[in-house]
């Protein structure tokens, strides 16, 4: 069987590949992949590192300027529509997941992406953080959804391919 790749395909994924390497590079000069870093940001109590909360300062202000001057496009530039989620409420599941990701930060000082890029930088310590939390993916997916359920695609999801102000795409 062979597959051949479109040009929308190859656009998205060259965009992916330069996302992931400026957002790798970014996070290595912050001192994001440091845990020791990190677990100071997190700390108020012993010499509190205040540095990184102006690593986030600088990336919302950046998201927020491309954010006005795309948002009123059809669609992105390398895609033929937009990704987007509608959902706007806050489920009891969504406190728990995110008190469980804040309690894993905070004990080992990674969080998904700067554990994947200190993982190809060699750290063993971010290995174990990321065979950990492949497990933990793994878990709860199998916890939510029984065997015999096929997950659904993101294709059938409708919350997906939305534009900026929630129509259909």
Known sequence: MTTSVT????????????SGILFGAGLVLAGMTDPAKVIAFLDFTHGWDPSLMLV???????HATLYRLVKDRPSPLVSERWSLPTR???????VLGSAIFGIGW??????PGPG??????GSAASLVF???MIAGIRLVGRL????????PSVDDDPTIGRTFDGSAA
């Open 7 to 18: 040009s929308t395909e190859a656009r998205e994924a060259t965009a992916s590949l330069v």
């Open 144 to 151: 939510e959804t029984p065997p015999h359920v096929e997950r």
């Open 116 to 121: 994947l890029v200190a993982l190809v930088g």
């Open 130 to 132: 990321v065979v950990c």
């Open 106 to 111: 905070g004990l080992g000082g990674y969080c």
């Open 88 to 94: 706007r409420d806050i489920e009891p599941r969504l």
């Open 56 to 62: 986030m300062v600088g990336a919302i202000a950046v």
